[in-house]
């Protein structure tokens, strides 16, 4: 069956501290990988995305997520987060028409 | 403004009491979704649909209807809504589905059934 796992449902971190969240996906195809940030209150938008190519992808606001096919993982990654990265962050994953979401992982940055 | 709208954006219903949340869309995306959102369970797919007259369930379809008559609109139908339903619905849409293209969201609708 195909899924997304998304380890860590809560982070807390200082500003300036180093993000990285994970991501597994599970899925027997030819895959495309997103992440999505939801800001309190807003819709989702997408941070970045992979189809092929390069497997180290990068975003906007300074994120960038690797595909590592082997461990069927596409982590999201910020050298230095702010304040204003506090969200809630999902990962997904889409075969030819359907569309698999993690459970999502909720950043608190502490300014 | 290229954006998906929907409407309404809170709405407070009776167990049974049909309902239609509208869901449109101005950017001429053939492929549209309907997902909702719960605490710890993040978003699951309802319904989507690949172009106008073709819609397929998603993970959690029981209780949902959905119909495609027109390109821009894609609207989510409860027909005896129940209390398990309370959720944040969301409505996307994309370029064809079966490429990689990202989904564009539109602002949510909080549904709560009493």
């Known amino acids: 069956a195909q899924s997304v796992s998304q380890h860590n449902h809560h982070v807390i971190l200082s500003e300036a501290a180093s993000l990285e969240l994970g991501c597994n996906y599970s899925y027997g195809g030819t895959v495309n990988l997103f992440w999505y940030v939801q800001y309190p209150g807003q819709h989702l938008q997408l941070l970045l995305k992979y189809f092929s190519g390069d497997p180290l992808v990068k975003g906007i606001k300074g994120f960038e997520a690797e595909f590592i096919k082997s461990k069927f993982s596409f982590n999201l990654r910020k050298p230095s987060v702010q304040w204003s990265d506090t969200a809630e962050y999902f990962c997904a994953v889409k075969g030819t028409y359907k569309y698999i979401f993690g459970t999502g992982t909720r950043l608190k940055v502490l300014a | ?114």
């Open chain 2, 1 to 114: 403004e290229a954006q998906v709208t929907q409407n309404p954006r809170y709405l407070i219903t009776v167990t049974g009491k049909k309902l239609t949340v509208t869901c449109s869309q101005n950017m001429n995306h053939e492929y549209m979704s309907w997902y909702r959102q719960d605490p710890g369970l993040g978003l699951r797919q309802i319904y989507y649909s690949m172009n106008v007259e073709v819609t397929d369930k998603g993970d959690v379809p029981e209780g949902y209807k959905v119909s495609r008559k027109e390109k821009r609109n894609f609207p989510l139908i409860l027909e005896s809504p129940s209390p398990n339903q309370t959720s944040l619905y969301f409505c996307a849409s994309s370029l064809p589905g079966t490429g990689p293209y990202e989904q564009y969201f539109g602002p949510g609708t909080r549904l709560t059934v009493t």
